[in-house]
């Protein structure tokens, strides 16, 4: 195997210390902001939540600061007569 000369970024290692935070932020905080706090890329922070099987908290999902673009919104089922109906 050759070296990567500087072209692969190094790990992370995961502390305990870097665990107890992860656990005890990332439920109620934005994962960018837990990111850049802990000199992280955002894909290393949200790679380790889900190691740890974290989520985000209720109140955290319907706070202003919830990113709104991956939720789903409910799909409206037309039959097929009622398609031609309306145009």
Request: aromatic share 6%; net charge positive; hydrophobic share 35%.
């Amino acid at each position: 195997m050759t070296k990567s000369r500087g072209i692969n970024r190094s790990k992370h290692r995961w502390s305990a210390e870097d665990i107890a935070c992860l656990r005890f932020w990332f439920p109620h905080n934005r994962s960018q902001d837990l990111a850049n706090t802990m000199g992280l890329r955002l894909l290393q922070v949200v790679q380790q939540a889900n190691r740890l099987k974290l989520h985000k908290s209720a109140a955290y999902l319907a706070s202003p600061d919830a990113p709104r673009q991956w939720t789903r919104s409910p799909r409206v089922r037309v039959s097929v007569k009622e398609r031609d109906r309306a145009g």
